[in-house]
């Protein structure tokens, strides 16, 4: 399955063909995976990997549990795999998932293609060169 972020119609439709009877805890709403896409791609940004390297990353959004701690059991949310194509993003994967009490929402970024790895490991080196050298200045 592929569907392009950008057709919110498909997406709800197949979030609720997955989900079935669930509501409560599910994801329902396509302004929550959105803004969760929009500060992905702010992290993504400000962290200095270049937009070219973010093709194949996978970002896995995970629904939260019920706020009450006092509610004992598990219950049924929703788990989503979004992956960035050359210009948009694509959902690849939509599951239903556990939830638990207390258990926030939660976005993760997968980066997965070496490219991406590369563009990530590049970019903190160059961050440790550029502390170590302030440093070093800071100091004569």
């Known amino acids: 399955m592929t569907v392009n972020l950008s057709n919110p119609i498909k997406i709800l439709?197949?979030?609720d063909k997955t989900a079935g009877n669930a509501r409560a805890h599910?994801?329902?709403?396509?302004?929550?995976?959105?803004?969760?896409?929009?500060e992905i791609e702010?992290?993504?940004?400000?962290?200095?990997?270049?937009?070219?390297a973010w093709v194949g990353i996978v970002v896995r959004?995970?629904?939260g549990g019920p706020v009450s701690r006092s509610y004992r059991y598990k219950v049924t949310t929703t788990e989503l795999l979004l992956k960035?194509?050359?210009?948009d993003w694509f959902?690849?994967?939509?599951?239903?998932?556990?939830?638990y009490p207390g258990q926030e929402s939660t976005a993760q970024i997968v980066f997965a293609p070496?490219?991406?790895?590369?563009?990530?490991?590049k970019h903190a080196l160059e961050q440790i060169y550029l502390t170590v050298r302030v440093d070093t200045l800071a100091t004569l």
């Open 13 to 15: 439709a197949t979030i």
């Open 26 to 38: 599910t994801i329902t709403s396509y302004d929550f995976i959105a803004d969760n896409i929009k």
């Open 42 to 52: 702010k992290s993504l940004k400000n962290s200095g990997i270049p937009k070219t």
């Open 61 to 63: 959004i995970h629904g």
């Open 84 to 87: 960035r194509g050359a210009r």
């Open 91 to 99: 959902l690849t994967d939509c599951q239903k998932a556990d939830g």
């Open 114 to 121: 070496e490219s991406t790895k590369q563009a990530a490991v």
